[in-house]
DNA sequence: TAAGGATTGGTACCGAATATCACTAAATGT
DNA sequence: ACATTTAGTGATATTCGGTACCAATCCTTA
């Protein structure tokens, strides 16, 4: 139900896009590969102070439109972003205590979308599943 | 299915969490009242020149925390407001084309995301759908 | 190795929203 | 009715997340 894609192969990405081999981009790709977790582009720009911000935020970007980064909203109505298999229509759980985000798929949720568009004026053309959660691996929801 | 819940009564809402009864907040409720779309708050305070732009966004803060009005995220990542029924949770459609906003509630939504919280590693707290429509009755849907 | 386009990064800018704060107006007590 | 108190207001500054700009620099390829 939870799935393990495995994480997305970014720098054929950026191959694929027609994209150079720059010693910046093999940068954020080799973080954004370790990321386990929602981050912010704040924050990942932090981390890389040798990266200037506008090729932090270009680069992710591209990811996003190759479907390889999904931005999502936080419970809070912020943003946070994650990589996530590409290829596949997929929702995300998000820890409302750590951030910790997983894909999920659950063909049920696509299913049933298909019938509410029945009753629903209009066409649906896409949809967005947003659960939040709290992780029970994080310390802050351990006990709860 | 599509729910056609009353328009809540906001001025009830003020009065309920203690607010004083001033002309700036009577202004920015009648116009919201008449709100069948989603809105913008810039565009919410174009419409008052007489009232402070500090004043619109404090008041509609206030009532979208008593549930009166709700704040989406469009398909493209920005943010709409939209007056909704209070006390029940629900979810909505919004037209890609004229951006108008509907309110739905279907109870397969809600028995879905309980039967899938099983499956979710930790503990479901809340989620957010949205569907994205066509909404087949502004002129831009027209015909496609 | 020189030319030429993609990429970079510092900075300015943008839109959306909040913080500040002196001023004003509503409610309350007398 | 008036003074007092306290919430509310609104002009402006500031923040936050993100994009635009643009001269300098780096890849690529010929």
Redesign the interface.
Known sequence: ??SDAPPPDLLAILERAGCRDTAPRRAIVSLLEQKQEGFTLEALSDELPSVGRATVYRTVKLFQEAGAVC?L?T?N?SHIYSLCGVGHHHHH?V??ECGAV?E?R?D??ER??G??SA???????????????????CPA?KG?
Chains 1, 2 share one sequence.
């Open positions: 139900m939870v931005k909203a419970i109505g759980t820890c409302v997983e999920f659950v049920a949720v049933l979308i019938e509410i009753d629903i004026p209009g066409e649906v053309i896409s949809h967005r599943l947003e659960l939040y959660v709290n992780c029970h691996s929801s709860k």
